[in-house]
């Protein structure tokens, strides 16, 4: 098999100079916070050491790769503190180095994967422990708690404040999944194209460690699903399929007009606007059921969410929309495409969008049923397209 220089160079990922930067800048100030904090500790005339080579490696995957699965806080402490104690175990039972070496790398690689905290530079920490000479040797089973442990410890707190300062969230995890409805269909993203049980079907099938969650796989490819849509359909956007004479009502309207609205304009949802018309919130036909009582003049508040309101608030409320609507409000633009607002209005259950200007103030407003058939007619137009092309591609397969 030919193998070109191009096959052993790996493709350059696709990072802004920002974000180079901001790596480079946190393994600085990690290692050099790590270090300095342990002279600090030790004194300068100690003959601890102060930092060991693993930590090098470690700052790599904290601070350029902080979404890693190997790069997670269980991740370092566990994986290094694991290899550590196989390290100078295999040290003292095995008397040939080369053999100890080997051990240690081989069980603690073992250890990581079935306590699920695999990182790199922990084998590099069990070689320290068997080979790094006499005064690794001399520390016996205290090379766990320094200088492993406390390094550790100091590195993965720096990366803790850098990253999230930085605005990489670390540890990494997904934006919370939107509510379901409270029975066993997965959301309408999870039931179209490529699935999580199909993720997990290939994964398994492939059978090897990838430095990428499965989640993050999923939402990438879920992504890539909504740029291929927005791509194949023309860029619709919002301001095409809006609605524009919007019925909005204002925060400190009483309950009893908010229904009326509803009725008289059949509608299941109003905008709730201040005087500059913009948007803080939407009240819903599912806001006056849930969150009020009924009786022969109409919705009102209970007692429950009259002392909810009063604490949250630290005044009484005036049972007003105010007092029921959702916010903040999820909002989009003008320019939105609708491919966006596919994934927002299914998973979230969202049924009425509200949109507005470069000003924040309202301009339209979107509903399911402006996104079928916006949908659909967008169906109906490629459907000739792509019956046409039909016949092509079965004379291109047809054998010779």
């Given at each position: 098999?030919r ?13 802004s100079?920002?974000?180079?930067l901001?790596?480079?800048g ?6 050099l916070?790590?270090?300095l ?8 005339d100690?003959t601890?050491p ?22 997670q806080?269980?991740?370092i402490?566990g994986g ?7 390290g ?5 039972l095995?008397p040939d180095?080369?053999a ?13 994967m079935?306590l699920?905290c695999?990182?790199?530079?922990s ?5 320290t ?14 090379f766990?708690?320094?200088?492993v ?24 995890v ?6 379901g409805?409270?029975t ?7 039931r ?6 199909d993720l997990d079907?290939?994964?398994?099938d492939?059978?090897q460690?990838l ?15 909504i ?9 619709a956007?919002?301001?095409e ?25 059949h ?7 201040d ?13 006056l ?8 003049a109409?919705?009102?508040?209970g007692t429950?969410?009259?002392?909810h ?12 929309v ?21 994934l ?7 049924h009425?969008?509200p949109?507005v200007g ?14 079928l ?7 109906a137009q ?10 092509v591609?079965?004379?291109i397969a047809a054998?010779?």
């Amino acid at each position: 098999m030919r193998v070109s220089l191009r096959h052993l160079i790996p493709e350059a990922a696709s990072l802004s100079p920002r974000e180079r930067l901001r790596s480079a800048g946190g393994a600085l100030i990690g290692i050099l916070a790590t270090g300095l904090i342990c002279r600090a500790a030790l004194g300068s005339d100690s003959t601890l050491p102060i930092l060991i080579a693993p930590m090098g490696a470690s700052a790599v995957l904290l601070f350029a790769v902080p979404a890693s699965p190997l790069a997670q806080p269980w991740s370092i402490i566990g994986g290094n503190l694991i290899a550590a104690l196989v390290g100078v175990t295999l040290a003292l039972l095995v008397p040939d180095p080369t053999a100890a070496a080997a051990l240690a790398i081989s069980v603690a690689i073992a250890l990581m994967m079935a306590l699920r905290c695999l990182h790199p530079p922990s084998g590099a920490v069990a070689l320290t422990a068997v080979l790094g000479g006499a005064p690794i040797r001399d520390l016996g089973y205290g090379f766990v708690l320094w200088p492993v442990t406390a390094n550790s410890l100091l590195l993965l707190g720096v990366a803790l404040l850098f990253n999230n300062l930085t605005g990489r969230a670390y540890p990494h995890v997904l934006p919370k999944a939107p509510a379901g409805h409270g029975t066993r269909d997965p959301l309408p993203s999870a039931r179209a194209g490529i699935t999580a049980s199909d993720l997990d079907a290939v994964l398994k099938d492939y059978d090897q460690i990838l430095d990428v969650r499965r989640t993050d796989l999923e939402a990438i490819i879920l992504q890539a699903q909504i740029r291929s849509y927005r791509r194949r359909s023309g860029q619709a956007t919002c301001g095409e399929i809006m609605s524009r004479d919007v019925i909005a009502i204002g925060p400190e309207a009483p309950l009893h007009e908010a229904l009326q609205l509803l009725r008289r304009h059949h509608i299941k949802a109003l905008p709730v606007t201040d005087e500059r018309a913009r948007v803080l919130g939407i009240v819903t036909q599912t806001d006056l059921l849930d969150k009020t009582l009924w009786d022969r003049a109409g919705p009102r508040l209970g007692t429950k969410r009259r002392l909810h309101l009063t604490l949250a608030r630290g005044r009484a409320p005036h049972g007003c929309v105010e007092d029921i609507m959702t916010a903040p409000v999820t909002t989009a633009r003008p320019e939105t495409p609708i491919a966006d607002l596919v994934l927002w209005m299914s998973d979230a259950g969202l049924h009425h969008l509200p949109v507005v200007g470069p000003d924040d103030k309202l301009v339209g407003i979107v509903s399911q049923t402006d996104l079928l058939a916006e949908l659909l007619a967008d169906a109906a137009q490629n459907a000739p397209a792509a019956r046409s092309a039909l016949p092509v591609a079965v004379e291109i397969a047809a054998p010779v």
